[in-house]
């Protein structure tokens, strides 16, 4: 059996406060039609696990453009039965090379987060 064609675009999501993959969370991705200026939905997906959610995008479908990825936290933590401030997570970033890998982790907490281009 052949294993799935890697994506293109790849993101983790760790619980840094409890020091664990986000296991379970909602992650779109959406993709700028610059001509009607509207974010069109490409994608869903659930973290897995380890906190990866595979598959997001072909790399086919992986074209120049401006890119968002968003990620449910509130509805994450409130399935951990706690709070958190952010309610969701956009992180909205180029594409200039479809070629390149682009990795996205999300570092969170209940009160923070942070993110950085990884390969």
């Known amino acids: 059996m052949s294993e799935a064609p890697a994506s293109p675009l790849t993101t983790h999501v760790l619980n840094t406060g409890g020091g664990i ?35 997001l995008i072909t790399k086919e479908a992986f074209i120049p453009g401006m890119y968002k990825m ?3 936290t509130g509805q994450y933590w409130e399935s951990l039965g706690q709070i958190s401030f952010y309610p969701y997570v956009e992180i909205v970033f180029n594409i200039i090379n479809p070629e390149q890998h682009v990795h996205l982790p999300l570092l969170l907490s209940r009160f923070s987060y942070s993110t950085y281009k990884g390969s």
């Open 70 to 72: 968003r990620f449910e």
């Open 21 to 55: 993959p986000a296991f379970r969370m909602a992650i779109s991705l959406h993709r700028l039609d610059t001509s009607l200026v509207i974010w069109n939905l490409i994608s869903v997906g659930t973290t897995d696990q380890d906190g990866r959610c595979p598959g």
